[in-house]
């Protein structure tokens, strides 16, 4: 299974953005996903999940409010709508699938990674 995301880029603060992630197969579609993303020096940290129908979705803290994560199954797809963005937002943004039809913030719960799209915040 290979994870494509994209929609990075340069926005300032206050701004919005929308990352999509596009899995190569059906995996997708039978799977929780979640974002994450790490900064410069900093562990990897939660950014949101979706359970594989979408019914259920868990959010990291410091983007409850702000973030929302949907999926398109038709398309093996899945996005993340940041609103609101602040510098503290700056990171990479990796996709991944999970193991399991629903997941949640362990990185142990991931079975896939997706190679990462920047996101910068300027203040």
């Known amino acids: 299974v290979q994870l494509q995301a994209s929609g990075g880029g340069l926005v300032q603060a206050g701004g919005s953005l929308r990352l999509s992630c596009a899995a190569s197969?059906?995996?997708?579609?039978?799977?929780?996903m979640g974002w994450f993303r790490q900064a410069p020096g900093k562990e990897r940290e939660f950014v949101a999940s979706?359970?594989?129908?979408?019914?259920?979705?868990l959010y990291g803290d410091a983007v409850k409010g702000r973030f929302t994560i949907s999926r398109d199954n038709a398309k093996n797809t899945v996005y993340l709508q940041m609103s609101s963005l602040m510098p503290e937002d700056t990171a990479v943004y990796y996709c991944?699938?999970?193991?399991?039809?629903?997941?949640?913030?362990?990185?142990?719960?991931?079975?896939?990674w997706g190679q990462g799209t920047q996101v910068t915040v300027s203040s």
């Open positions: 991944a699938a999970g193991r399991t039809a629903t997941v949640g913030a362990g990185v142990q719960g991931y079975a896939y």
């Open positions: 197969r059906r995996t997708a579609s039978n799977n929780g």
């Open positions: 979706i359970s594989w129908r979408g019914g259920n979705t």
